[in-house]
T-cell receptor, first 113, second 115 residues
Framework: DGGITQSPKYLFRKEGQNVTLSCEQN?????MYWYRQDPGQGLRLIYYSQIVNDFQKGDIAEGYSVSREKKESFPLTVTSAQKNPTAFYLC????????????FGSGTRLTVV | AQSVSQHNHHVILSEAASLELGCNYSYGGTVNLFWYVQYPGQHLQLLLKYFSGDPLVKGIKGFEAEFIKSKFSFNLRKPSVQWSDTAEYFC?????????????FGGGTRVLVKP
């Protein structure tokens, strides 16, 4: 079945460490997105990529970095510069051309201690 | 930039009651509108979407939404809820290709349906 795989489901890290969250899709979608979900704040866009080797900052990009070396993969690194990294992170993809809704992954819950 | 406001953070109601969740957006251009649902422990799923045409949109599981352009609103409704409708509901607005087809979400409404 086609879909988006995020791993791991739960992740614990010590404060000051960088951590990379994985997102893989086999939907042949051009566009991929990273959102952060916090209670009462909905989903906020961190980074997005419309095509391989290109990406743009979203609304809350500070303290995060991404890469898009392959169409299928869009990993997100939460750096030590992110002031409040504990959150639920969602990856999504869309065909990219025209207007479409997104397909979401199951998310990664990151806890920094 | 677009923004989305959902009026209620929490809604509690009994089975068979009617549900209406408010959503207002701000954006100067043409938008596409969505409602997503997140059941406990599950992925975000698309409930319904509006691109153009009939402003009354029907989605899955008996949900519908009405786009009122003059009010910048896209409220979600269900005439009779079930316990299984307990979930968090998100309204979202999508600008066009030039804006990266980005979805902007509202803050979400947690709905608890009591049996």
């Amino acid at each position: 079945d086609g879909g988006i795989t995020q791993s791991p489901k739960y992740l614990f890290r010590k404060e000051g460490q960088n951590v990379t969250l994985s997102c893989e899709q086999n939907l042949n979608h051009d566009a991929m997105y990273w959102y952060r979900q916090d209670p009462g704040q909905g989903l906020r866009l961190i980074y997005y990529s419309q095509i391989v080797n290109d990406f743009q900052k979203g609304d809350i990009a500070e303290g995060y970095s991404v890469s898009r070396e392959k169409k299928e993969s869009f990993p997100l690194t939460v750096t030590s510069a992110q002031k409040n990294p504990t959150a639920f992170y969602l990856c999504a993809s869309s065909p990219g051309t025209g207007i479409h809704g997104y397909t979401f992954g199951s998310g990664t819950r990151l806890t920094v201690v | 930039a677009q923004s989305v406001s959902q009026h209620n953070h929490h809604v509690i109601l009994s089975e068979a009651a009617s549900l209406e969740l408010g959503c207002n957006y701000s954006y100067g251009g043409t938008v596409n509108l969505f409602w997503y649902v997140q059941y406990p422990g599950q992925h975000l799923q698309l409930l319904l979407k509006y691109f153009s045409g009939d402003p009354l949109v029907k989605g899955i599981k008996g949900f519908e939404a009405e786009f009122i352009k003059s009010k910048f609103s896209f409220n979600l409704r269900k005439p009779s809820v079930q316990w299984s409708d307990t979930a968090e509901y998100f309204c979202a607005v999508q600008a066009g290709v030039a804006a990266g087809n980005k979805l902007t979400f509202g803050g979400g409404t947690r709905v608890l349906v009591k049996p």
